[in-house]
């Protein structure tokens, strides 16, 4: 089935694939499991979804991102799952995943506009709260419909109280913060890091 949907693959027959894995809790995997239980839920069920899960014994254990790197780019005939960042920064090659329309894309060929279309898709589908006060906890942008969507995006939020007043000035230096990272000037950072603003 592999090489039906890879017919450029060229593994030597009887070859092992060793799989890595991260260990401890990891976003990386948490963002991984959620889309694969999209996109095959029969094969990869609820139960193997989460920043720490049970992996089968024949996979291989990887710390940290670096960990990770260092395992994939010394391991030939290996795969194992990284943040893009990391994976671009470290020169390793990359599989194209199928999004929910049945697109397959790089997260470079998906780019910042593939991020931001799984973020469009998500208002257009109710799925991100319309209000600033709703509650963010549950929202998920994995397999989002759209044929130029990127499937594995992860949104960041922060939660704040209401009445910052008994931080007393520390309340001033965080709306300062705050006011920074969805300004102009902030925003325009976010490109260097693969990041999409609001």
């Known amino acids: 089935?592999?090489?039906?949907?890879?017919?450029?693959?060229?593994?030597?027959?009887?070859q092992d694939i060793k799989v890595y894995h991260r260990v401890e809790g990891s976003s990386t995997t948490g963002g991984v499991t959620t889309y694969l239980h999209a996109a095959c839920p029969s094969v990869w069920t609820a139960n193997l979804v989460g920043s720490t899960i049970t992996w089968p014994a024949d996979t291989y254990e990887a710390y940290g991102s670096g960990g990770m790197s260092s395992k994939l780019a010394s391991t030939p005939y290996s795969i194992g799952y990284i943040d893009s960042g990391h994976g671009h920064t470290d020169g390793l090659t990359e599989i194209a995943l199928q999004n929910k329309a049945g697109t397959y894309r790089t997260s470079l060929e998906a780019g910042a506009a593939g991020v931001g279309l799984a973020g469009t898709a998500a208002i257009a589908a109710g799925v991100m709260p319309s209000s600033p006060l709703a509650d963010f906890s549950t929202v998920s942008l994995h397999n989002m419909g759209g044929k130029d969507t990127w499937p594995i995006v992860a949104i960041s939020y922060v939660y704040l109280r209401k009445d910052l007043?008994?931080?007393?000035?520390?309340?001033?230096?965080?709306?300062?913060?705050?006011?920074?990272?969805?300004?102009?000037?902030?925003?325009a950072l976010l490109p260097a890091y693969d990041a999409v603003g609001v």
Request: proline share 5%; net charge negative.
């Open 1 to 14: 089935e592999i090489k039906a949907l890879n017919p450029k693959l060229s593994v030597p027959a009887g």
């Open 165 to 187: 007043t008994s931080l007393g000035d520390r309340a001033c230096l965080l709306k300062a913060f705050l006011e920074y990272i969805i300004s102009d000037e902030g925003q």
